[in-house]
Structure formats: C-alpha cells, structure tokens
C-alpha cells in the first residue's frame, strides 16, 4: 500500500478499515472498501495514500519522509492551519511553517460504511500547547470520505468570544507520471509568485516546466489537470486561492524529499490565504475539497 511504511494491526474498526501502527507508534486508519484504498495518520489527521480501483496512486508521497511523528509527513495532504506559510509576525517567532495542525495528534471521532464509500471523522480541540501558539479556543473537524472520489472537509468552530481570522490549506500532493504531463486548467489569470516575490498574470494554461510556487487568488470552483496517469478535478468549493507548487530541482536541499522525485509530484492546494477567514465567536467554516476523475 504505502512504500516503507510498515503497520501492525491493532483492530478492525469496521469491515472495510482498520486501526494498525507503525513502527514509531504513530496510528493510523487503513481503509479498503469497493471503491478505492487509503491511509489516514491520525498524526497531523493526514491523508497519506488514496488509490481508487484500477487506478494508480493519486497521492505522491516522499520515500524520506519522517514516520515518527518528529515532523509532519512529505507528501499526501497536510492540513495547514491556522496560518500558511511562516506563521504572522505578531504571534512571534520559532513557529512551525504552516501553523500546528498537520503537528499534532488528531482525535478519532468515528468510521462509517455507507455505499458511496467509508467516512472517518477526527477532531483537534485547542490546549495550552496550542493557545501558547496561537492564543484561541478553538474546534477542528476533519472528514474524509474515501469514495470513487476522495472527499475532505476541515471545519473550524470558533469556541472562543471573540472572532478570529484563519489561513488554511488542504496541501494535497498528486502523483504524476512526469512533470512534461502536467497541464492545469482553471486557476485563473492572477497570481502571487512567491519564487519572484511579484504578483504576475497567467496567460492561458499553466505548463509544469520549472520550480513553481504561485498562490492563485481567482480559482475557478473546479480546477482540473492532467496527471499523466488521468484528468483529475479539484473541488474547491470556491474557496480564495490555489496554490501550485513544486521545487523542481531545489527538492535536492530538502532532507525529508528524496532528491529526483520532484519529477512526478505536484501539489494543486485548496486555500484561505490573502485576507484570511474571520471566523465570529460561535461560528464555523469550512474548507473543502473534492477531488474526481474526469
Ligand atoms: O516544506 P513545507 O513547510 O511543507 O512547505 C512546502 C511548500 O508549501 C506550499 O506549497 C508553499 O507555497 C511553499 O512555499 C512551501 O515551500
């Protein structure tokens, strides 16, 4: 299922998922049902492998990803949450990049089968790790469904008196069969690139020809692009941004991605960045995406 990962089984949930282990300890849900398989860690709540039937991998995942929960995992999707990037000046420095969310151990709600596919359900509740971080009461839900299609929706509930503002992204990494395939459609015709540090206009379709990192703040709802493997559509349910990244040959300077890979990945991310989300005490959003075959 997932290269150099190896898991012990520690019971069945339902008939279609597992709850197993890894080496390090960390645990995760094994899901295989009629449609698809998929690996869920309940470190960061991320999904690190979704394979729909007679299809190949549709997540890129690093072979030198750490596993034990010393940093998030390369590849699949981290959750990134509350910020985005460098966390913002006023809350300090030393914070993880992309805030804590994709950091920390995820509750396990609940698994359920239904015909359309296996729901898993986790949850992440502020504590005064987090509140030193980041100085708000808050409740995440996550859900995934592992379907024909792989559905995720992250909900943040204000639990606080106060209103907050969240950036957040759903950082999916897609497997490809070479960068020379890909061919993205629909990310609209302005962009930030962070690579250059200018905003720029997108002219036509985006090629994957160099090291891209580009947040997209006009998406269309569905974005679409070509894998070489197949045509995938990615539901952000209209959601401020998409970002495009790969760091092409700069992969060779990060441990934790091993150095020719960057050739067959990737990431298409459903985002909240620019002005962020507010979010009124009591209230909630949600970020989701849903990600097809055409
Ligand atoms: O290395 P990470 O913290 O996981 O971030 C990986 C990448 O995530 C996003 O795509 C950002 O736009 C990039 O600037 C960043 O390099």
Known sequence: MLRKFKFTKQQDLTSNTQLATNESGLSYILIKNQHAEAAIALFGAHVLHYQAKDKQPLLWMSHTSAQDGSKPF????????????????????????????????????GVSETDEGTFVHLSLN???ETLAMWPHPF????????????????TTENT?????RVFEALHTYFNTKGTEFVTVKGLGDSFYDKLTKSDSVQDGDFHLIAAVDRVYSKPAKVVTFTTGYDTIELDNGGENSAVVWNPWTAAENMADFDSDRWQTMVCVETCVTGEGQTIAAGEEHTLSTVISYQ
């Open 160 to 164: 606080s008196d106060k209103e907050f």
């Open 139 to 154: 409740r995440l839900e996550f859900e995934v469904r592992v379907g024909a299609t792989l559905t995720m929706s992250l």
């Open 126 to 128: 502020d504590t005064a």
């Open 74 to 109: 390369r590849g699949g999707v981290p959750i990134c949450w509350p910020w985005f990037g460098p966390a913002p000046a006023e809350l300090g420095t030393g914070l993880p990049a992309h805030g804590f969310a994709r950091g920390l151990i995820w509750q396990l709600e």
